[in-house]
């Protein structure tokens, strides 16, 4: 095998894993904050198996690296979560409005 070839697969799995798990979780019914703290939680997680799991200096920038990465997308899916919530915020605010305005008009 490659190293150049590894070393993309390597990256290719850690991606897709993580934008797998975080749709799921931002698809989940749950919170913002609930996802936001799940997510970092199992980074953390991931994190501190890996540091175990790898043990040497050799790949302790690969670690730092894929943390880092890790950690925009995770700031980058927080930012994107609270646009969603308050859309969906304002949007809920306006129907309600609207039924309010409907039901003292007498309109349907």
């Given at each position: 095998?490659?190293?150049?070839?590894?070393?993309?697969?390597?990256?290719?799995?850690?991606?897709?894993?993580?934008?797998?798990?975080?749709?799921?979780?931002?698809?989940?019914?749950?919170?913002?904050?609930?996802?936001?703290?799940?997510i970092a939680n199992k980074l953390?997680?991931?994190?501190?198996?890996?540091?175990?799991?790898?043990?040497?200096?050799?790949?302790?920038?690969?670690?730092?690296?894929?943390?880092?990465?890790?950690?925009?997308?995770?700031?980058?899916?927080?930012?994107?979560?609270?646009?969603?919530?308050?859309?969906?915020?304002?949007?809920?605010y306006e129907i309600r409005n609207?039924?309010?305005?409907?039901?003292?008009?007498?309109?349907?």
């Amino acid at each position: 095998m490659e190293r150049g070839f590894g070393k993309g697969l390597f990256w290719g799995f850690v991606v897709g894993g993580t934008a797998g798990i975080l749709a799921g979780m931002l698809l989940a019914p749950k919170s913002g904050k609930d996802v936001r703290t799940e997510i970092a939680n199992k980074l953390n997680e991931w994190f501190d198996s890996e540091t175990e799991f790898t043990g040497g200096d050799d790949s302790n920038w690969l670690i730092n690296e894929g943390k880092q990465k890790g950690e925009a997308l995770v700031a980058d899916a927080k930012e994107k979560a609270e646009l969603l919530l308050a859309d969906a915020e304002k949007l809920l605010y306006e129907i309600r409005n609207q039924s309010e305005n409907s039901m003292t008009t007498g309109q349907a």
